[in-house]
């Protein structure tokens, strides 16, 4: 038999230690955050499901939920005792989750991942988990909330963007607000599910979540990372408007089913592209080692 | 305070046991505000006023957004009474038909606004939300509606009177 492990289920003798606590409460978030999307799915009145979703949860987030736990499991054993102020923040994350909303297990995790991310910050592969559970309850939660205060604001800058790339090919497109005028006797109107925020989240979760699972430790040039990955799907999602624009048929075949689909792999593979150059240094030297 | 391994871990599964079933339960109308029951009552009212109901009339052509059409006898064009969203996703299309002749304006809860406070309607719904989890009533949250005169003559014959113009900076 070989030495434990320093993450192995701690003996009963030992007390529970910081990562412990926060590891057990992240669970409950997550189990509270993904519960609601489970059970919105398995409700009879429910009128469709996203696609990329398992049960109704939004695969990425899963992932990324998951990315989350083991590096928090990796803090686990460090012997970090539990201080009043960890006690503190856990109690209120403990009565956040409790509150009947579907959102309350997003609500404790950014309560208690806010937290984690500074007061855990010399701890690296806790304060890495917590930053993720903190992105992945931004994704989930407060990027809805984003979405209706940005939306009459990034709406008509879409269509603007699509419009213009429309016109290099074709004469007659005009734009008012959030409309496209073809010039071929349809408008197209850019709404909320068509605006570049939440393909945006889903490529920035799946750059940090990547990157942080590669590379826990923080590094000052990932702003630029993040640059890039919003900077690519707004094209990606410009493309894509422009496309669906060009033809009713193009709209009918493009804007859901497929077309959807190839959109959302297409801002996945330029996320993850951006977070596999960003850590190449630990990814390629790894493979080095090996 | 330390806490053993195995009564933390209990205390977890106790928390997951207890918190998860409020997010289970029913949502009640936690979704999107009732439209059809406003809509309703202000076509009323139009019809009171002397206003013909046209029906339902599709705004895009896919007939994802729609509104309630109305004809005034004096006018050729026409008025449309559509629900929006917090998001604000319908407003550019409204503005759009109503054109420089036109009128936009906003009907919530017996008021005529010129600009409701998006925000505080999408906030609003979610304490509300959770109020109804709660068990308690939560603040009231009235849909919003639009309202599109199409010309000049219908933005006269509206009952309403117009939202109060924002007061001049100093």
Redesign the interface.
Known sequence: MGAPSVNSFPSARRSSDRADLFLGLFAVCAVNGFGADVAAHLDPDATGVAGGSVLGMDALALASGIIALLLVNRSRGGARPISAADWGVAALTAAAVLLPHQAAGWLGATILGGYAVVAARRDVPLAAGAAVFLAVAVHEAWGRLLLTAVTPVWAPLDAALAAGLLGLFRDGVQRAGNVIDTGMGYEVVVVAACVAIKPMLQGLLACFAFTRAVRPAWQRTEPALWAAVVAGVVVINTVRLAVTSWSLEHHQRLHEGLGQSLVGLAVLAFSFGVAVYGTRHELFSRRARR | ?????????A??VL??A???P??????GD?GAPDAVAPTDAAAAALVAAGWTDGGTVDL??SG??RARALYHPRCDGSLLLAPV?????????L??LAGPEGLLVYRQDGRTLASPP??RI??GR?VR??AR??GLDGPSVAPVLAVVAMDACTRAALPWAPPAAPAARA
């Open positions: 305070m330390n806490f053993s391994p195995a009564a933390l871990a205390s977890v928390l997951a207890v918190s998860l409020g997010k289970v339960a029913p949502k936690a895009t052509r994802a957004f969203a917090a998001n604000g996703e319908l407003r550019p299309l503005a759009e998006w925000l999408y906030l979610k939300d959770l989890g709660l």
